[in-house]
């Protein structure tokens, strides 16, 4: 009879820490895209705050480029402005979630771990 309960709750164990192991998979996975994310709107943030507009570049014609009207100068820049502030809106949420996400692989990793560890006593 005793022999009966310890493998019963041998099998028990064993598929919680399947489960718990699919979990882990799924975190990893979504830590993984969110890292991507991150270094997406990273670059793309960099790559905003350091574009220059057309009306700035050297020509070699002066006929070749328009003037740009001053309103349009200064809705570009607040346009520019916004986007920034949104990528940095961005970048803090995606951080967040990713330490989230290390934090949860972490508590996942310590269930298996005494899960395994009670099952070999």
């Known amino acids: 009879m005793l022999l009966t309960v310890s493998v019963s709750g ?3 164990t064993d598929v919680q820490i399947r489960q718990l192991e ?3 998979l799924r975190v990893q996975q979504e830590t993984q895209f969110t890292y991507q994310q991150f ?3 990273q670059e793309m943030r960099r790559n905003e705050l350091h574009e220059v507009p057309l009306s700035v570049l050297p020509s070699t ?3 070749s480029v328009p003037i740009p009207k001053y309103e349009d100068m200064v809705q570009y820049q607040q346009e520019k402005q916004e986007r920034v502030k949104q990528y ?3 970048l803090d949420r995606l951080y967040a979630r990713y330490k989230e ?7 996942l990793v310590e ?3 005494q899960l395994e560890q009670n099952q070999e006593e």
């Open 39 to 41: 270094i997406m709107t």
């Open 101 to 107: 996400l290390e934090n949860e692989k972490i508590l």
């Open 10 to 12: 041998w099998a028990d």
């Open 61 to 63: 014609s002066a006929q």
């Open 88 to 90: 940095t809106t961005d």
């Open 22 to 24: 699919k979990a882990l």
């Open 111 to 113: 269930k298996i771990n």
